[in-house]
């Protein structure tokens, strides 16, 4: 719940500012939110595959690690897999569907 109310209160004042027109303009504030916690939740996914892979190495002995590394690096995967198959596929329904925001759907890394 504090992790929630933290970023509630970074994207607050993105929210407060942004006074949409029109459906369009709605939709741009929604890329927009959704272009800054991409990259955040992609980073995440990484971070858990790392993580569950240095278990999985370091504690080669340990049945309980092992396994424990292996849901880490699984869970990882599956996590990176979700968040790119989503990005990729609001990013072909809004190249059909011509919209211009001004906000890139693709990543800059």
Same mark, same amino acid.
């Given at each position: 719940?504090? +992790?929630?109310?933290?970023? !509630?209160?970074?994207?607050?004042?993105?929210? #407060?500012?942004?006074? /949409?027109?029109?459906?369009? &303009?709605?939709?741009?504030?929604?890329? &927009? !939110? !959704?272009?800054? #916690?991409? /990259?955040?939740?992609?980073? +995440?996914?990484?971070?858990?595959?790392?993580?569950?892979?240095?278990?999985?190495?370091?504690?080669? &002995?340990?049945?309980?690690?092992?396994?424990?590394?292996?849901?880490?690096?699984?869970?990882?995967?599956?996590?990176?897999?979700?968040?790119?198959?989503?990005?990729?596929?609001?990013?072909?329904?809004?190249?059909?569907?011509?919209?211009?925001?001004?906000? /890139?759907?693709? /990543?800059?890394?």
């Amino acid at each position: 719940m504090r +992790y929630f109310l933290l970023l !509630i209160s970074f994207l607050f004042p993105l929210m #407060a500012f942004a006074q /949409p027109q029109d459906f369009s &303009g709605f939709v741009g504030i929604v890329i &927009g !939110i !959704i272009n800054l #916690a991409l /990259p955040a939740a992609v980073a +995440y996914a990484l971070f858990l595959f790392v993580w569950g892979l240095a278990k999985f190495l370091s504690r080669g &002995g340990s049945e309980e690690s092992v396994e424990e590394g292996k849901k880490l690096m699984l869970w990882g995967i599956i996590g990176l897999f979700v968040i790119l198959s989503a990005w990729a596929l609001a990013s072909i329904i809004a190249g059909s569907f011509d919209f211009q925001f001004g906000v /890139p759907l693709a /990543p800059r890394f």
